[in-house]
């Protein structure tokens, strides 16, 4: 099998939690996916619903799609393509799903920390492949992770953007991708600027991972959450 990443690369995401990869895609396509983003996001009636418990209790403020690619040729084939270096860094592995994380300028939207699988599942079965389609800089926002955290266990009760220990920001540009561990401590920080900040999102994961109840709960640090049921779970 080719492998896409260099040794190198792929040392780095296991040991790390997370790799940037500057200019993964050219700058025509990138705008082809810029494109095909701006067109779902447009569709308000699209937006996933989530209680308004979630987004209070874990003061997510932001609009999220999921599976844009079921409608969209552009992004199936860009998210297909990506099982090449999932299959390189998981094994052989499933595609699992997609989404469009859209933080709306004037609203100062932000995603708070959090973990895409709850760490019942072990690191190294589930990666986030997230496609910048625009630059980024301080005032739209950046990505929050903490390097390494994909093996420490559940995010700490806390204030869901607080300063995190160790933490750094990466201000993708244009066609950069971003490889997260599900498990990795991640979040964005605020969108503050006149345009708004769009990401797109491929997950795969491991073989082991398929029909787990890991998938369903994301983890903030103010409780995990249950997306399948919709419903907050006491914080444990
Ligand atoms: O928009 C981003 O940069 C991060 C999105 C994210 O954390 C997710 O979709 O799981
Ligand atoms: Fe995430």
Not at 114 to 127: K, T
Request: net charge negative; hydrophobic share 35%.
């Amino acid at each position: 099998m080719k492998m896409p990443l260099g040794n190198e690369a792929y040392n780095f995401i296991r040991e790390q939690g997370y790799l940037h990869i500057p200019r993964y895609m050219d700058s025509d396509t990138t705008l082809e996916i810029y494109e095909a983003i701006r067109e779902v996001v447009f569709q308000e009636s699209l937006r996933a619903y989530n209680t308004p418990e979630f987004y209070k209790l874990h003061q997510a403020i932001n609009f999220t799609f999921d599976n844009p690619h079921l409608n969209n040729e552009i992004l199936r084939k860009f998210s297909e393509s990506l099982s090449k270096v999932s299959n390189q860094i998981i094994g052989p592995s499933d595609f699992h799903m997609t989404l469009i994380q859209h933080n709306k300028s004037g609203l100062n939207h932000s995603i708070p920390w959090h973990q895409d699988i709850d760490s019942s599942a072990e690191p190294g079965n589930f990666y986030n492949f997230l496609f910048y389609p625009h630059d980024s800089n301080e005032s739209i926002g950046g990505l929050r992770v903490v390097p390494k955290s994909h093996t420490a266990g559940p995010l700490s009760q806390g204030g869901s953007h607080d300063y995190l220990e160790g933490e750094i920001t990466i201000f993708p540009k244009a066609g950069d991708l971003i490889i997260v561990d599900g498990l990795t401590f991640h979040a964005v920080s605020p969108n503050l600027s006149e345009q708004d900040r769009v990401s797109f999102c491929t997950r795969y994961i491991s073989k082991e991972l398929i029909g787990t109840k890991a998938l369903d709960i994301g983890r903030y640090r103010t409780g995990s959450y249950d997306y399948a049921e919709k419903k907050d779970l006491d914080f444990a």
